[in-house]
């Protein structure tokens, strides 16, 4: 019989290196208590202002490291044009939204904190309150985005109007000198990333090297675009059920697993492959999807990290922090309050000459929308896919409801919006415009949840200039090239930038009441797209989404 013996599943293997920030020194003191035993209490105005702060900082801020990663592909001769393109948006974005006006991205997410408090933090309230507090302030203070929905009903939802709730977990550390430590992760996570966390139950068969790059050659790639490439990839492989995988993949996501051993053990413990995580980047370059619209750098880095499992039960968890990479860490101790630093002055990492990088402005295609829709069609037709184009006049802004409600009248027998007919729909839905400015942050959302609606739309001389990210279903490529449609990528993730340098005037047109989600019309200048679906039947994504078949099986004996 094994000998007892207990080890953390999720161990430390070397000490955390993150750099903080003081906050304050107010609210936190030590007391004495029975048995010699030190306790620190803890006010609920330092849990929200550390909240309130944590969440300004990630909507507006990077961490050094990712940004450095956005400036290593400018310099890499292997990374192709619209990597580069793409980059250097993510880091002219990075320094507008650190100004602290504009966040980095529209979608300004669900506010997650993920905390762990030591055995002898006192607190004199329930703190998911003073937690909630603070992501309150943060949302309704700043010029942020509401984004959750409250079931009314089974079927019908009213958004909260202050992005509440959160997702609040605390759990108790009981680890030796952790007792007077309570240590939070932050976390604002958009639908884009958010639905692309994967959970595939597996077997013992994929625990080879060759049948694991081969399950990830094809799974990886259906992660597609919508969230926002490059991406901060994790894989993680086993787990004793299948929410500690997918808790395991989220948290390792955001580098909150970094720290793990590297090797296994008889005891169980998780580790990080580093081995693995080489190979699989290594597989993410080969596809050729690149940094949204072709190329190298589908991710920045890959975590794969190996849990114990149940001899029955192999789950697989997928998940990716997105360009908008936005999490750190917070602690308080007896000392004060602190966050993690994060970058305040990104503007260093954009290069002294931008053109160089990514080919001359040449390069994309001016295209007039003050025209009518036939003139547009008839010049994108000139062009093939990965074109890059340059959006000069009026778009309208349609998403999610907007789409439902339009169907319903043209169920009903009503016409087409004329405006749906004129010009170019944008999916997307801005972030709180500030005071005196045109905009507030206004980039792109996910493409596919408007699938549904194209052919019908189409058919009846809507939607036929499409603008919005990710990849789309063959029923759009086909709905387009039976029209005569065209599907445009714009860059996911670059939000503040497109409101400072693109988008001249936003008006409602329609449904006032939806808030983000009414119809709106917008003047743009040099907005920045891509080709992705042609009037032919082209579609860049199918070329880079069938994975490569890597061997071939042959029966035994045979010749």
Same mark, same amino acid.
């Not at 944590?54 to 990712?66: G, S």
């Not at 958009?190 to 049948?211: C, H, P, R, V």
């Not at 007919?421 to 792109?444: E, I, L, N, R």
């Given at each position: 019989?094994?000998?007892?013996?207990?080890?953390?599943?999720?161990?430390?293997?070397?000490?955390?290196?993150?750099?903080?920030?003081?906050?304050?020194?107010?609210?936190?003191?030590?007391?004495? /208590?029975?048995?010699?035993?030190?306790?620190?209490?803890?006010?609920?105005?330092?849990?929200?202002?550390?909240?309130?702060?944590?969440?300004?900082?990630?909507?507006?801020?990077?961490? #050094?490291?990712?940004?450095?990663?956005?400036?290593?592909?400018?310099? $890499?001769?292997?990374?192709?044009?619209?990597?580069?393109?793409?980059? &250097?948006?993510?880091?002219?974005?990075?320094?507008?939204?650190?100004?602290?006006?504009?966040?980095?991205?529209?979608?300004?997410?669900?506010?997650?904190?993920?905390?762990?408090?030591?055995?002898?933090?006192?607190?004199?309230?329930?703190?998911?309150?003073?937690?909630?507090?603070?992501?309150?302030?943060?949302?309704? +203070?700043?010029?942020?985005?509401?984004?959750?929905?409250? #079931?009314?009903?089974?079927?019908?939802?009213?958004?909260?109007?202050?992005?509440?709730?959160?997702?609040?977990?605390?759990?108790?550390?009981? !680890?030796?000198?952790?007792?007077?430590?309570?240590?939070?992760?932050?976390?604002?996570?958009?639908?884009?990333?958010?639905?692309?966390?994967?959970?595939?139950?597996?077997?013992?068969?994929?625990?080879?090297?060759?049948?694991?790059?081969?399950?990830?050659?094809?799974?990886?790639?259906?992660?597609?675009?919508?969230?926002?490439?490059?991406?901060?990839?994790?894989?993680?492989?086993?787990?004793?059920?299948?929410?500690?995988?997918?808790?395991?993949?989220?948290?390792?996501?955001?580098?909150?697993?970094?720290?793990?051993?590297?090797?296994?053990?008889?005891?169980? !413990?998780?580790?990080?492959?580093?081995?693995?995580?080489? @190979?699989?980047?290594? &597989?993410?370059?080969?596809?050729?999807? /690149?940094?949204?619209?072709?190329?190298?750098?589908?991710? !920045?880095?890959?975590?794969?990290?190996?849990?114990?499992?149940?001899?029955?039960?192999?789950?697989?968890?997928?998940?990716?922090?997105?360009?908008?990479?936005?999490?750190?860490? %917070?602690?308080?101790?007896?000392?004060?309050?602190?966050?993690?630093?994060?970058?305040?002055?990104?503007?260093?990492?954009?290069? $002294?000459?931008?053109?160089?990088?990514?080919?001359?402005?040449?390069?994309?295609?001016?295209?007039?929308?003050?025209?009518?829709?036939?003139?547009?069609?008839?010049?994108?037709?000139?062009?093939?896919? @990965?074109?890059?184009?340059?959006?000069? %006049?009026?778009?309208?802004?349609?998403?999610?409801?907007? !789409?439902?409600?339009?169907?319903?009248? &043209?169920?009903? /027998?009503?016409?087409?919006?004329?405006?749906?007919?004129?010009?170019?729909?944008?999916?997307?839905?801005?972030?709180?415009?500030?005071?005196?400015?045109?905009?507030?942050?206004?980039? #792109?959302?996910?493409?596919?949840?408007?699938?549904?609606?194209?052919?019908?739309?189409?058919?009846?001389? =809507?939607?036929?200039?499409?603008?919005?990210?990710?990849?789309?279903?063959?029923?759009?490529?086909?709905?387009?090239?039976?029209? %005569? /449609?065209?599907?445009?990528?714009?860059? =996911?993730?670059?939000?503040?930038?497109?409101?400072? $340098?693109?988008?001249?005037?936003?008006?409602?047109?329609?449904? #006032?009441?939806?808030?983000?989600?009414?119809?709106? +019309?917008?003047?743009?200048?040099?907005?920045?797209?891509?080709?992705?679906?042609?009037?032919? =039947?082209?579609?860049?994504?199918?070329?880079?989404?069938?994975?490569?078949?890597?061997?071939?099986?042959?029966?035994? =004996?045979?010749?």
């Amino acid at each position: 019989m094994t000998e007892f013996f207990y080890e953390d599943m999720l161990p430390a293997a070397k000490p955390d290196e993150t750099p903080y920030r003081l906050l304050t020194t107010e609210g936190v003191r030590t007391v004495e /208590g029975p048995g010699g035993r030190t306790f620190l209490e803890v006010d609920p105005e330092a849990i929200t202002l550390l909240t309130e702060t944590a969440m300004h900082d990630i909507a507006h801020f990077l961490r #050094p490291a990712h940004l450095a990663q956005l400036q290593k592909i400018l310099g $890499d001769p292997e990374a192709s044009n619209n990597d580069k393109f793409v980059a &250097l948006d993510l880091l002219k974005n990075a320094n507008i939204a650190s100004g602290g006006v504009l966040p980095m991205c529209q979608d300004t997410g669900t506010a997650i904190v993920s905390a762990h408090r030591g055995q002898h933090v006192l607190t004199s309230v329930q703190d998911e309150v003073p937690i909630s507090q603070g992501v309150y302030n943060a949302y309704t +203070r700043l010029n942020l985005r509401y984004s959750q929905n409250a #079931p009314l009903t089974m079927w019908d939802e009213k958004n909260t109007g202050c992005n509440l709730p959160a997702q609040i977990d605390i759990a108790a550390d009981t !680890h030796p000198g952790h007792e007077t430590e309570y240590e939070f992760l932050f976390m604002a996570k958009g639908g884009g990333s958010a639905n692309k966390s994967y959970l595939y139950q597996e077997t013992k068969a994929i625990l080879n090297e060759d049948a694991m790059m081969n399950f990830l050659d094809e799974k990886l790639r259906t992660l597609g675009t919508a969230a926002c490439p490059p991406y901060h990839l994790a894989v993680v492989i086993g787990g004793t059920s299948a929410e500690a995988a997918l808790k395991a993949a989220k948290y390792a996501s955001a580098k909150y697993l970094d720290t793990l051993p590297t090797e296994g053990s008889a005891s169980g !413990h998780g580790f990080r492959d580093l081995d693995m995580e080489q @190979k699989v980047l290594k &597989l993410t370059q080969d596809f050729g999807i /690149g940094a949204q619209f072709g190329g190298k750098y589908f991710c !920045h880095d890959v975590r794969v990290i190996r849990l114990p499992r149940h001899g029955a039960s192999l789950p697989v968890a997928v998940a990716v922090s997105c360009s908008a990479d936005r999490q750190c860490k %917070g602690k308080i101790t007896p000392e004060g309050v602190f966050l993690e630093q994060l970058e305040f002055e990104p503007g260093h990492y954009l290069p $002294d000459v931008t053109h160089e990088h990514v080919g001359s402005e040449d390069e994309a295609v001016q295209v007039d929308l003050n025209r009518p829709m036939a003139e547009v069609l008839a010049e994108l037709t000139n062009y093939p896919v @990965k074109t890059r184009l340059a959006l000069t %006049g009026t778009l309208v802004v349609a998403r999610d409801i907007a !789409h439902a409600k339009i169907r319903e009248r &043209l169920d009903a /027998g009503e016409e087409m919006p004329q405006y749906l007919k004129d010009h170019p729909v944008y999916y997307a839905g801005p972030a709180k415009t500030p005071q005196g400015m045109a905009s507030g942050s206004f980039g #792109p959302t996910t493409a596919g949840r408007m699938d549904s609606y194209v052919d019908q739309f189409q058919a009846a001389g =809507g939607s036929m200039i499409m603008l919005a990210k990710g990849n789309r279903s063959k029923a759009v490529t086909d709905a387009c090239a039976k029209h %005569g /449609g065209f599907y445009l990528g714009s860059i =996911g993730g670059p939000a503040a930038r497109l409101a400072q $340098d693109c988008i001249k005037k936003v008006e409602v047109l329609e449904y #006032p009441e939806l808030g983000m989600e009414a119809v709106w +019309r917008i003047e743009v200048e040099d907005f920045p797209a891509f080709i992705i679906v042609d009037d032919k =039947g082209n579609d860049f994504f199918a070329s880079v989404s069938k994975p490569i078949a890597r061997n071939i099986p042959v029966r035994e =004996g045979a010749k």
